[in-house]
């Protein structure tokens, strides 16, 4: 099962950017989809980004056209860019893997990272 860990959590201002990183323990290309996921306090959890192995990615509304996600297929890893970010975006960010292998889905979890936006 795939390793993933995420970087670059913190506190911003309303208004500010913050890129996460998450590194995958094998070749990202060998993933049929990769990408993030957001929890708020006391709400369910949320896709934010995704990407498919064949480069397609599928952004929330909630976040389309101030987050993006870029992959590195040399370091395998995956880096969500956050812009013109709100109060709202406050949450713990996951990095998410899903794989297809032996007719059988298999999905990997990192340890998720803190992101905090301050009015």
């Known amino acids: 099962q795939v390793q993933l860990v995420e970087s670059g959590g913190g506190l911003v201002q309303a208004g500010g950017s913050l890129r996460l990183s998450c590194a995958a323990s094998q070749s990202i290309a060998s993933l049929n989809y990769i990408g993030w996921y957001r929890q708020a306090p006391e709400k369910e959890r949320e896709q934010v980004a995704i990407m498919a192995n064949d480069g397609g990615i599928n952004i929330a509304d909630s976040v389309k056209g101030r987050f993006t996600i870029s992959r590195d297929t040399v370091k395998n890893t995956l880096d969500l860019h956050m812009s013109s970010m709100r109060p709202e975006d406050t949450a713990i960010y996951y990095c998410?893997?899903?794989?297809?292998?032996?007719?059988?889905?298999?999905?990997?979890w990192g340890q998720g990272t803190q992101v905090t936006v301050s009015s």
């Open positions: 998410n893997a899903h794989i297809y292998s032996n007719s059988t889905w298999r999905t990997s």
